[in-house]
């Protein structure tokens, strides 16, 4: 019991230095004209990112999503019961974080790897690799 408390505020103390770390060392945001912002806003709208705060994995993609410039909404799914934590279990099937919960219509699709999740908002969103 002690050792898994233990344990815990371990991780939870090393994942909150990575997101400070992070945060002092994020990357520049990429400029758009606010045409290209706005197209990028809407495209957003469709898309939320389920995460916990310390989870390295998360603090990968949040740095990916910050360099981008998309507005997503992070819902944080680390709250055993919590709306978040539960919608995530049952529409995308698992409790696993990141997850890129991306709407179209009534389709509904569910990344769960990083780096998966990372080249999808690239191909999305980078004017660099961005496809037309």
């Known amino acids: 019991m002690i050792k898994k408390l233990l344990l815990k505020i371990f991780r939870e103390g090393v994942g909150g230095l990575m997101a400070f770390i992070s945060y002092l060392t994020r990357p520049r945001k ?5 045409a290209a912002q706005l197209e990028v ?17 998360c603090i990968k993609i949040r740095r990916t ?11 944080d799914a ?11 279990e049952k529409e995308g099937g698992r409790i696993k974080v990141p997850c890129l919960r991306i ?8 990344l769960y790897e990083s780096s998966e999740i990372v080249a ?9 690799l961005k496809q037309t």
């Not at 680390?78 to 995530?88: K, P, Y």
Request: with cysteine; glycine share 4%.
């Open 120 to 128: 999808y908002l690239n191909q999305q969103f980078d004017p660099a």
């Open 41 to 57: 806003d809407l495209q957003a709208k469709s898309m939320s990112i389920y995460q916990y705060f310390a989870c390295p994995f």
């Open 30 to 34: 990429i400029k758009r004209d606010a």
């Open 103 to 110: 709407d179209a219509g009534d389709q509904t699709t569910w």
């Open 78 to 88: 680390q709250v055993r019961g919590s709306e978040h934590r539960n919608t995530l």
């Open 65 to 75: 999503i910050h360099r981008l410039n998309i507005p997503l909404e992070y819902r």
